[in-house]
Each structure stands twice: as structure tokens, then as C-alpha cells.
């Protein structure tokens, strides 16, 4: 399964910055070694903001949960969203589909927010 691991510190506890930057490096080394296994597949710092983002490709949640709370920087974290994605192949499939449903009716269209 892909997930996009979104994390942040929006605000940075009281750390010692030599702290800090120990366990950024530890972080960037760790995301590393995920991405030599095949479990990143992309991914970077949030430019301009304390964060990252990366496409995970994992079993399933409980071993991107598990790869998520092994991060070193995990208890300083004060935004996390992982959100389950749909492949690409996957969604072309689901489009062809859909289209093939609704291709002879004329009249549906979307509804409009109120």
C-alpha cells in the first residue's frame, strides 16, 4: 500500500539545539535506510517550514504506523497526517470504469456547492 506521510514541528519543545540537530541528522539517516529498502519512494523537507513529506510503500497501516513512531524526531512531532493513496493504475482503472457507467446518460451532472 503507498501512503503520504506528512509530519511538522509547529512549534519546537525546549530542546538544546545540539539535541535537535542530533536527532535531525538521526532522521535524514533513518528516512535514508527506508529508501535504500524500497519503502520511500519520494519525499523531502517542507521548504521554508520544520516538516517533511514522503510516499511510503508499505504493507499495510500497521507497518507504516510502525515506521512512522520509529522516526527520531517521532516525540517532537506536532502534526502528523498519513493518508492511504491510490495508485495511478489503479485510478485510471477506476476512471475507465466510472466513465463507462455515466458515458450514456446526458443529463447527471455534478452537483454545485450551496
Known sequence: MLFLVKVEIEKLHQIPVKSFFELLIKEWEYYDRMKKKGKVLAGGKLAGRRGAAAIFDAEDHAEIEA????????????????????????????????????????????????
Request: hydrophobic content about 45%.
Open 67 to 114: 515506521i512512522v513512531t520509529r522516526l527520531p524526531l517521532f516525540p517532537l512531532f506536532t502534526k502528523i497526517e498519513i493518508t492511504p493513496l491510490v495508485n495511478q493504475e489503479k485510478a485510471l482503472q477506476d476512471a475507465r470504469r466510472m466513465y463507462q457507467l455515466v458515458k450514456d446518460v446526458d443529463t447527471m451532472v455534478f452537483p454545485t456547492s450551496p
